[in-house]
């Protein structure tokens, strides 16, 4: 990526272009706009933090000019379920059994994390996340020890320049009072971080209720979860149907029977959920996020209901889930769900005679504008169209693993990694360009996640 118009980088350079009009010119643009179309080549003019004009060829003189030739131009990934928290505890999990991360980490490791172990943990995920070109990222943050584990998590999205929906949850302890059968309501916090941090129209900063449902709590507690979520006008998500001693809590009809479905809510893996339960999310307007390559390494877990979902219409998000068992980028969720319908349906494993097909454009909706949807931002982002904010990702076209490009779509989905993402704007700033972060310093963030991981994982041996 290279810079006129009076800006110059030098070799090895981290710096952007800022400024209040910015050219991205003669990029291979996909909008997945379906009014716009895709561009072979384009120039995508930026007004601060809003996409104005995609077209063709833009004369445009009063604007900082990036030269993107040879790039393929997307939307910024959109992650709705990510516990980043959990950052610093990378691939620990995944050849154990899924109950022993529950045991381990959300019991004796969870319990003992500092607010600073939870700010680290959260701005390495996010930043990240970012160097991979996801652009929007809903943090499930089941990690409220106190007031101040949520305020250092809501500060490291704030830091990372992510675009964030934080999902506040609750407290992680060494016993299962807030995780069976659990009497005790959602953690009456949240109503402060949402006068505090969330007032107004931020942008960039949005809050959701990670909420606990009818498989870990009493019915009058999951009730009233709901209505205050609702109260504060705020999305709710919820993990339903993983492992079979979840599913038979069948939590989707319970919402259902109360009445309570609505199109607010987002039903986090649904591999054990019944067809039943999948068409009253459908019905409801409501989401379901699939966390691709956790749900493939948790032995158990239950088979990715992709089929079942598309049979009636319904169009999944897409997740990192955690990253003590997989790896969070969105490039790894689309290529694997991809490759798993494909084998999967080709041998005779689904229920329907003709499951439904699946096109690679599909994959990277669901990775984009379909996550945007889940998250209550489809107005912002999740297209390259005029009018929503600048969240956009650049990779480089030329590189020897997708050149030379016969179809972006199928280049971005089925090869693409996170070392070919050049550049990533959030809301027109660069975030990353030329290959490189430019707000955070990745190095000094990595000693501090090492210390803070030897802290935890201390905690964890000598109990």
């Known amino acids: 990526m290279t810079v006129d118009s009076g800006f110059v980088r030098h070799p090895g350079s981290t710096d952007a272009p800022r400024g209040p009009r910015t050219l991205l010119r003669g990029a291979a643009v996909v909008t997945l706009d379906k009014e716009l179309g895709d561009f072979e080549q384009a120039d995508i003019l930026i007004d601060g933090d809003i996409i104005s004009m995609v077209a063709p060829k833009l004369e445009v003189h009063d604007a900082r000019v990036v030269d993107a030739t040879d790039m393929i131009a997307i939307p910024g990934f959109v992650d709705t379920h990510r516990h980043t928290w959990q950052s610093a505890m990378r691939h620990g999990y995944a050849e154990m059994n899924p109950l022993q991360y529950f ?19 959260t701005l390495l995920g996010a930043a990240s996340a970012l160097n991979a070109g996801t652009t929007t990222l809903v943090d499930w943050s089941h990690i409220q020890n106190s007031p101040e584990h949520s305020d250092a998590a809501i500060s490291a999205l704030v830091e990372s320049g992510i675009r964030a929906v934080f999902a506040h949850g609750w407290p992680l302890t060494t016993d299962d009072r807030w995780t069976k059968d659990s009497a005790l309501p959602h953690p009456a916090d949240i109503e402060r971080l949402n006068r505090q941090y969330f007032a107004g129209d ?239 310093d990745h190095r000094a963030l990595i000693r501090k996640a090492a210390i803070s991981q030897k802290r935890v994982l201390g905690y964890s041996v000598n109990g």
């Not at 045991?103 to 943990?121: C, K, N, S």
């Not at 199109?263 to 019905?283: K, N, P, Q, R, Y």
């Not at 693409?416 to 700033?429: K, M, P, Q, R």
Request: glycine share 10%.
């Open 103 to 121: 045991a381990d980490v959300l019991q004796g490791i969870g319990a003992a994390y500092t607010p600073e172990d939870v700010h680290i943990g």
């Open 202 to 440: 931020n942008p960039l900063l949005t809050l959701a209720m990670a909420a606990r449902g009818p498989e870990m709590t009493l019915p009058t507690v999951w009730r009233a979860d709901l209505e205050l979520a609702r109260a504060l006008g705020i999305r709710t998500s919820v993990h339903v149907g993983a492992y079979p001693h979840n599913a038979a809590h069948h939590a989707v009809d319970q919402y259902g029977r109360a009445g309570l479905l609505g199109a607010d809510m987002t039903f986090v893996h649904c591999c054990g959920c019944s067809d039943a339960e999948l068409a009253m999310i459908a019905d409801a307007g409501a989401s379901v996020s699939l966390g691709v390559h956790c749900e493939m390494n948790s032995q158990g877990i239950g088979d990715i209901p992709l089929d079942r979902l598309l049979s009636i219409g319904l169009r999944p998000s897409l997740s990192g889930d955690t990253e003590t068992k997989c790896t969070g980028d969105m490039f790894t969720q689309m290529r694997l769900l991809y490759a798993y319908y494909r084998s999967w349906r080709g041998g005779g494993h689904s229920a329907m005679s003709t499951p439904p097909d699946l096109m690679l454009r599909d994959v990277l909706e669901f990775a984009t504008i379909e996550g945007a949807r889940a998250a209550g931002l489809d107005h912002r982002v999740g297209t390259i169209t005029p009018g929503k904010q600048a969240d956009l990702v650049l990779i480089r076209a030329t590189d020897v693993n997708l050149a030379p490009v016969l179809d972006p779509v199928a280049a971005v989905v089925l090869s693409a990694h996170e070392g070919n993402v050049d550049s990533v704007l959030v809301a027109g700033d660069f975030v990353k360009a030329n290959g490189h972060p430019v707000r955070l």
